[in-house]
């Protein structure tokens, strides 16, 4: 009997058919890109024999575009056009950007897109045009070196890269003209690459401190299984802040005003302070000599001055870590291992905090430059079918929770946060009007019970669905996150099956304290959010009661009450709305409710006892007794 080869389709039929795919770690500081060739796991480099790209890009007046080391040697003389850490900027929007203005010597265009744009020579570049040179770099590189194109990639991110985050990176891979096969949350591309090297099980640590972002994930390794248990960390909070912390130690040491800084000093001063905090991970003291048409200063920084300068960014990373250990249910003594991942824990003081923290020495073993991209290189072969025998499974959760707004501005949660992906979940809703014939979705993302606290991330309607009375309709709402960590929301009436759908992307990004701060408000103000939405939620249940009231009172009000029985009703009308308004305890709108419902208890009983007379109108009682008999 004759066997067929089955492929996906536009894949090769041929069996033995080595596809090759790469990992890309596209990092703040440096990139690097790395694959699996003749079996080995290697990260590939330049003609120079140099493995780390510097995220650099210069653009030239003939819009020329000079990547990496060129670029770097002209970040001082021409820091309006040499472009660096654009991961920083990366998903974020106008207003975001402009609370980092003080650490960026760029300008940027006046634009009525929400995607600030930096001027340049070469004209108003966005942060995904620039992200793109840097992947068009590395893909050239790939393919020179490997003497084939390559088939796709696997891009990290940071976890806690949002959902506008994550599209942009998407967006510059399409424009370098890169399949991506995934995005990969970068402390879990770690987990890849160290479990496959030592074998080991159990729950591990993976502390990612890079140029400009920190993650913190709780994983556990189990038999090829990589679990995403919790994640922390902050998308703008990494080496550049210690960098940041250094050159406003020697302004301050040399008396010089902040304002008299300009770009070109301002780039000097951070090239120093990196050169000062790398040296201080191998002696006890480095002298630095500055001079610029600014000023001129000579000194010395101390490992211990050092220490101090940026022990309080140290220990912001740390407090993340202490939630994502709580978040996990797991205690330090659970950790077997602490992964340190990320060019900036080559700082002698971050292992020694770190290690204090988690009570044990981390793990320093693998080159924290490469240790990521050889992980998304890991991930990128199986995903191209070169690994077909691989057990490795990947499970990545989202940082935040994820829903929607319901009546009285609540946030109903439908995915919550540490929930691995790819995900879907969906929950029914109904109408709250008679005859309602549209619903507004309004997708939220964050931890607290009222949407004002949240997170606005898209908004899209429901239309030309069936009126019924209220409470009657059946409006299933499904939120799918893939394993991007990219969203999709859809709303179906399901009797009429009337349909509406929305790609959740954000042109924007949530600034540098919004995602640790969602996650420390919501344990903060963990009782006041469940007063709130108890208050909300009787707010809207004593609408409710109004309205219905107000509508019975139109149909058979005069008819069925007397004069003094009506301004009883009224008066407990009344003093609900009152309460509605003005408490600020749910209870005291649930007592204005049970007074309402005691004042009309006889109205309510005059009204069924009419309409049971009313249905039994020209009916015998025999007729109905005969009807049951019959079922």
């Not at 946060?417 to 014939?437: E, L, W």
Request: glycine share 6%; charged share 25%; aromatic share 4%.
């Amino acid at each position: 009997m004759a066997l067929l080869q089955i492929a996906e389709p536009g894949q090769s039929t041929k069996p033995h058919e080595h596809r090759f795919a790469v990992g890309i770690d596209l990092g703040t500081t440096n990139s690097l890109v790395a694959t699996v060739r003749s079996g080995v796991n290697e990260t590939l480099p330049d003609e120079k024999g140099e493995h780390l790209l510097p995220s650099i890009v210069r653009y030239l007046p003939d819009h020329e575009v000079v990547v990496g080391q060129q670029a770097r040697l002209s970040a001082v003389d021409d820091p309006h056009n040499t472009i660096v850490s654009v991961k920083r900027l990366m998903g974020r929007g106008v207003v975001d950007i402009k609370t980092l203005g003080k650490q960026l010597p760029y300008e940027f265009a006046d634009t009525d897109s929400s995607v600030p744009r930096i001027k340049t020579c070469a004209g108003n570049k966005s942060a995904i045009e620039v992200s793109a040179e840097i992947l068009k770099a590395l893909k050239l590189r790939s393919e020179q070196t490997l003497g084939n194109e390559i088939v796709g990639a696997v891009i990290t991110v940071p976890a806690y890269f949002d959902d506008a985050q994550r599209q942009a990176t998407k967006d510059a891979a399409r424009l370098a003209n890169i399949n991506v096969l995934r995005l990969l949350n970068e402390p879990t591309a770690a987990a890849v690459a160290y479990g496959l090297d030592s074998g080991q099980e159990g729950v591990i640590a993976v502390y990612d401190l890079g140029g400009g972002t920190f993650d913190i994930s709780i994983l556990r390794l189990n038999k090829g299984v990589f679990e995403v248990l919790a994640t922390g960390g902050d998308s703008a909070l990494g080496g550049d802040d210690f960098d940041h912390a250094i050159a406003e130690w020697i302004v301050q040491e040399a008396g010089v005003s902040v304002d008299a800084i300009d770009a070109s000093t301002s780039r000097l001063l951070m090239q120093k302070a990196c050169a000062a905090k790398e040296a201080l991970a191998e002696v006890e003291q480095i002298d630095i000599d500055i001079k610029t048409d600014v000023f001129s200063w000579t000194g010395s920084l101390h490992r211990e001055q050092f220490n101090q300068l940026v022990d309080p960014l140290i220990k912001k990373t740390l407090m993340s870590c202490r939630r994502a250990l709580r978040d996990a249910d797991i205690e330090p003594d659970d950790i077997i291992d602490v992964v340190m991942v990320g060019g900036s824990t080559r700082t002698l003081r971050v292992r020694e905090l770190v290690g204090d923290f988690f009570q044990r020495p981390p793990l320093v073993s693998i080159d924290p430059d490469k240790v990521v991209a050889l992980g998304a290189s890991t991930q990128a072969n199986a995903l191209a079918g070169n690994d077909p025998d691989g057990e490795m499974l990947l499970m990545d959760v989202i940082p935040l929770s994820l829903g929607i707004e319901t009546m009285g501005g609540l946030a109903e949660k439908i995915i919550q946060r540490n929930t691995p992906i790819p995900v879907t979940r969906a929950q029914d809703f109904t109408t709250y009007k008679d005859g309602q014939t549209a619903m507004a979705i309004h997708v939220v993302q964050g931890e607290r019970e009222l949407v004002a606290d949240c997170r606005s991330l898209a908004r899209f309607e429901l239309r030309g669905f069936p009126p019924h009375v209220a409470g009657a309709a059946r409006i299933r709402v499904t939120f799918q996150v893939d394993a991007d960590g990219l969203l999709s929301v859809t709303a179906k009436e399901e009797m009429s099956a009337v349909e509406a759908h929305v790609e959740v992307k954000p042109s924007y990004g949530l600034s540098d304290s919004e995602i640790e701060g969602m996650l420390r408000d919501s344990m903060e103000h963990a009782m006041d959010d469940k007063d709130a939405r108890s208050l909300r939620e009787q707010q809207v249940e004593a609408d409710r009661v109004v309205e219905a009231l107000d509508a019975a009172l139109v149909d058979d009000g005069d008819e069925l009450l007397e004069a003094g029985e009506k301004e009883l009703i009224l008066q407990a009308r009344a003093a609900l709305v009152v309460s509605r308004n003005s408490a600020t305890d749910a209870q005291q709108i649930k007592q204005a409710m049970e007074q309402l419902e005691k004042a009309s208890s006889a109205y309510v009983a005059r009204r069924m006892n009419t309409s049971v007379q009313k249905s039994m109108a020209g009916h015998k009682v025999e007729e109905f007794s005969s009807e049951e008999s019959d079922k």
